[in-house]
């Protein structure tokens, strides 16, 4: 039987100041380790031991230990001001906590859809700020109107998620110690909280 930490194959990529920059693979992570990249790592110990050869001279095996959190020396690759986190309906129905914005009810992913406040027709965007998740008898009903104009008030307000959520939102399958690290440093009214 495989232990956990086998399903764990992305290691969470930081810049030195602590901000998520990317997922990487446990390879990828060996490689920042080998050309001593890393300025600090954390997590409730390695995510992966990696062996290599063998040293004839001293007989020893060379060993790297992947941490599941890692953060690379220098300045970050990513300028945040620029970033805003990549829109996709699996993000949005986990930032709206699969909670229709009209009716308040909980659904399945499956049983959602992204909804227009302001409606693509009328020049709405297709933005973190203008789309909630919607059943589809209340998107239905709400049709090619405002909520104003339809008379169905939204339940909670749409918000871009910081980048400490989008990681958490994306889904993956991580270790625990990754996503209580990612949860400390969540906004206070985060909805992720």
Request: proline fraction near 5%; charge should be neutral.
């Amino acid at each position: 039987m495989q232990s956990e930490d086998h399903c764990h194959r992305h290691v969470l990529q930081l810049d030195i100041q602590g901000t998520p920059q990317a997922w990487i693979t446990l390879e990828q992570a060996a490689l920042h380790y080998a050309t001593d990249s890393i300025a600090w790592f954390d997590g409730d110990g390695p995510l992966r031991i990696l062996r290599g050869g063998w040293n004839t001279a001293t007989s020893r095996q060379s060993i790297i230990e992947v941490h599941p959190i890692i953060a690379m020396r220098g300045a970050s690759k990513v300028n945040l001001f620029d970033v805003v986190p990549g829109f996709s309906k699996s993000k949005l129905v986990r930032r709206d906590r699969f909670t229709c914005a009209y009716c308040a009810g909980v659904f399945a992913e499956r049983d959602l859809q992204c909804e227009h406040i302001v409606p693509e027709s009328r020049g709405g965007a297709w933005s973190w700020m203008n789309i909630v998740a919607a059943c589809a008898h209340c998107n239905g009903r709400k049709a090619n109107r405002t909520p104003e104009e339809a008379g169905m008030p939204l339940v909670y307000l749409p918000y871009v998620p910081t980048r400490f959520e989008d990681f958490l939102l994306e889904g993956r399958s991580i270790r625990a110690d990754v996503h209580e690290w990612l949860a400390a440093r969540l906004p206070k009214g985060s909805r992720l909280n």
